[in-house]
């Protein structure tokens, strides 16, 4: 699976197909609250809509289809599919800045195929998708917009869906789901798919589990300890981004391929071999990049897990994630090797506090401080295993992300079955598309070594100097 900015998408020219859900019904209002993320996303998004910045609250993804799809057995994969998961018949709407719960029967909703048109241009069909992405995620039901772009030999389906309904594991599940229901649809084959549970219920639980804490609770002792060691604020990127007045500011992403299939297999093997894992060494070259640059030796930052605390959830389609803080101290030695043990360590501390919910944790530790909207973060996701993924690659599976705003740099580790690679996004500065590259260059080369068997981390290209800022030798 490759991740991309929409902006740089090429589609090729076709027929495109929308497919429309629809209800004969009226919507009922209903009173689980939002998740926290659910909120801050809303208030995000009306934020940008009051000053006129155009935001990309949505998470997209095209895929590839042998031959002309048939659209007879694409619109029953879809009416199946929103029929089957609460993300798509239940919603928000924002009601006196607090969102209002509505839902909608699930068998009242229906599906039908619209006709766009012919697009003979791949620029003005990649424009004419964002603007209706944009328009049909914006607020309210439905948060979806799929089509698909139909041709002789290969069509390409798409869809987009508001993040405050979808993560990057359910985008996963509809790539599965979709093309089990098109091909049982097609085939007559039956089609066995496991329950899946409702987000509403996991909102339910966050609700109380967030009542239920204190700015004394022990459950808060790794958000304490983390935001003391930064003097109550959270960790800033190891290079200089141009952004001095922390302000969110137009955006890039890259991606950038750290390792092939075999050295991603033999990095996890010398992780195993020191005691931890793929993500632990990758937290661990990070945390030892960090220090020839700025001679700081403590790595902090928030990372991504996920809230499907069980495995009827895995099947679940919604905004299931939580941030958690990250934190461990490097060990003298200049070796990944025993880095590996420490993040390991760190990383395992972290990930126990799964469902002590981000905003919750700020709100009663900042004393009343505004905390980032967008908070830096570093995330890892191992999709070899998530089903479909081994057709990533002979279906073009993409996952498109509108254009970007940023305050600092986030990052995503993904392993998939061809390679391991990085994502990132960051300030649109000079300063930052200067810097950025030359420290993840440094992480690429520290996984690389692990990866080939040397014992060793190689030698840095720059020197830390005694203000801790590391100066370029021969970049």
């Not at 003979?120 to 424009?127: N, S």
């Not at 049909?136 to 869906?161: E, K, M």
């Not at 505004?370 to 973060?377: F, L, N, Q, S």
């Not at 995503?412 to 420290?439: C, H, I």
Request: aromatic residues 8%.
């Amino acid at each position: 699976m490759r991740m991309t900015q929409i902006l740089d998408w090429r589609p090729e020219p076709g027929e495109v197909i929308e497919f429309e859900p629809a209800t004969d019904r009226a919507p009922v209002p209903h009173d689980v609250p939002a998740s926290l993320f659910q909120r801050s996303h809303f208030e995000l998004a009306a934020a940008h809509r009051a000053i006129g910045r155009r935001q990309s609250p949505w998470v997209a993804m095209t895929f590839d289809l042998e031959g002309r799809a048939d659209l007879d057995a694409l619109t029953g994969a879809w009416q199946g599919l929103v029929r089957r998961h609460e993300a798509f018949h239940s919603w928000y709407e924002p009601e006196d800045g607090n969102p209002a719960g509505f839902r909608l029967p699930p068998d009242s909703l229906t599906v039908r195929p619209v006709r766009v048109g012919d697009f003979t241009d791949g620029d003005d069909l990649r424009a004419h998708v964002h603007r209706r992405i944009d328009e049909q995620t914006a607020v309210g039901w439905p948060s979806l917009l799929a089509g698909v772009i139909r041709r002789d030999t290969v069509s390409t389906v798409y869809f987009a869906i508001d993040h405050a309904y979808t993560d990057g594991h359910s985008l996963a599940l509809l790539f599965h789901e979709l093309r089990a229901r098109y091909h049982a649809a097609r085939t007559g084959a039956a089609l066995h798919l496991p329950p899946a549970p409702g987000y509403l219920d996991h909102n339910r639980r966050e609700r109380e589990r967030s009542a239920s804490l204190t700015a004394d609770s022990p459950e808060l002792a790794t958000w304490s300890e983390f935001l003391a060691a930064g003097d109550g604020g959270f960790p800033g990127f190891p290079v200089e981004l141009g952004n001095d007045t922390d302000e969110l500011l137009p955006g890039v992403r890259h991606a950038y391929p750290v390792l092939t299939s075999d050295e991603a297999r033999a990095f996890r093997a010398h992780c195993a071999r020191h005691g931890g894992g793929f993500a632990a060494g990758a937290f661990a070259a990070l945390a030892l990049a960090q220090r020839e640059f700025t001679g700081n030796d403590v790595y902090r930052v928030l990372t991504v897990v996920s809230t499907r605390g069980t495995p009827r959830m895995l099947h679940a389609h919604g905004w299931l994630v939580n941030f958690v803080p990250l934190m461990f101290r490097l060990p003298s030695s200049p070796h990944l090797a025993d880095a590996i043990s420490a993040a390991q360590q760190g990383f395992q501390r972290a990930r126990t506090g799964y469902d002590v919910p981000l905003h919750r944790a700020l709100e009663l530790l900042l004393d009343g401080r505004e905390a980032p909207t967008i908070p830096p973060m570093v995330s890892y996701l191992d999709g070899r295993s998530v089903p479909g993924s081994r057709d990533y690659l002979s279906a073009d599976a993409t996952v498109l992300a509108g254009p970007d705003n940023a305050r600092g740099v986030s990052l995503w580790f993904n392993w998939f079955s061809d390679r391991a690679e990085l994502v990132v996004s960051m300030p649109d500065t000079p300063q930052a598309a200067a810097g950025v590259p030359k420290y993840l260059d440094r992480v690429r080369e520290i996984m690389l070594a692990a990866a080939a068997g040397s014992p060793r981390v190689p030698g840095p290209v720059g020197v830390v100097t005694g203000t801790g800022r590391r100066v370029a030798q021969g970049v």
